[in-house]
């Protein structure tokens, strides 16, 4: 190991670890660990107790896959350190979500006992003029700055195109030496412009999904809460903007040093401090803004002490949503910060598979023809 592959274990598990921790606290006040809840019972110390013991399991997995991995590198044959650092990411993340399933099964059992759910009102609020009086989302006409990192990027490889060495480096390994090149050709050459028009379309995606998810409006404060969720929108669209430029502008780097204009190294570390941009960036807002604004001051609030909507049954485990009513593709999550899909739509769960799809297709392709 040396000091990048270091520096690339340390972020990734520490990264995880930190948004996972966070979650249990940034989420809406009448919902704990996806389970619909009185808002005034947010601050019950047996809720409180449960995210508490949420928060040290998640520090607690954190630090034992960082250290076990670190350990691991020094005693695996390089070759097999790429899948060893996936295995121990997929697994730290499959414990979270384990442990988030456990707890959710303990509110919903606390809900039971303290019969919170027996005064539930199933009251929906509409604010038809919410799209038009509140500004939701940046600009969509940001989004053309995509499109001129997109030429620069093309036009780069091109014009230079004689001078690329006739092998480009495709992969380089946790020591940052490469392990595969590929023959120069046209689409090797434009890989990295390949990959900014995936980059760039999900970004677009994710931008939509949080301007036209349906609002949740709090039946007891529906001022405050529509207030609270237009600063939350806001403030996601300008990130989901952001994110995909720094990315895009990434891959132009990556084209920078197919031509021979930035080293290896440099190029580690320009990516590696963009994404930690992007993570300390939705860290930061996660914390100032909460799921649906919820941590927004707006004004005095009030704290109800029934359930306004009792849709539980709805959400399995808290994490996926299936209601065969609802006509809404996009929903506000139950856990975490964003929007999920409604798995009782058709059309939803088909560009759900279908964003999965291209990134798999497009990995598998570039392994068999670059």
Known sequence: MNIMSDIMICFAFVSLTVCFSILPFV????????????????NNEKI??????????FLAIGITALLITIFAFRT????????????????????YMSVFVLKNKKVK??????????????????DTNFLTKEKIACSPKWFWIYGLVLILTIFLGLYFYDIIPAKIPMQMNLNGDYTRFADKSMISVMYPVFTQLFLGALF????????????????????????????????????????????????MMIMLGTIGFL????????????????????IALSITTGQSGSRVKIGKTKEEKTIN?????????????????????????????????NFARPKAVIIFLSVIAIAIIASVLSSIFL
């Open 109 to 126: 059992q606390l809900k039971k006992d303290l019969e919170w759910g027996k005064d539930a009102k199933n009251i929906t609020v509409a």
């Open 27 to 42: 989420g809406r006040k009448n919902l704990a660990f996806g389970i619909s809840i009185p808002k005034s019972e947010y």
């Open 204 to 251: 677009i995606f994710v931008y939509y999904m949080f301007k036209r998810t349906p609002l949740v409006i709090d039946a007891e404060n529906p001022t405050e809460s529509s207030k609270q969720n237009a600063v939350f929108r806001y403030r996601w669209s300008v990130f989901s903007f952001l994110g995909g430029l720094i990315m895009l502008v990434i891959f």
């Open 263 to 282: 080293s290896m190294v440099s190029i580690f570390y320009i990516s590696m401090a963009g994404v930690v941009l992007i993570v300390a960036a939705a």
């Open 309 to 341: 909507r009792e849709d539980d049954k709805y959400w399995k485990a808290g994490l996926i949503y299936f209601n065969r009513e609802d006509p809404a593709f996009f929903v506000e999550k139950r856990f975490g910060i964003g929007t999920t899909i």
């Open 48 to 57: 409180k107790r449960i995210r508490r013991e949420s928060l040290y399991t």
């Open 76 to 95: 695996v044959p390089e070759a097999k350190a790429i899948g060893l650092f996936t295995i121990m990411v997929l697994a730290q993340c499959f414990a």
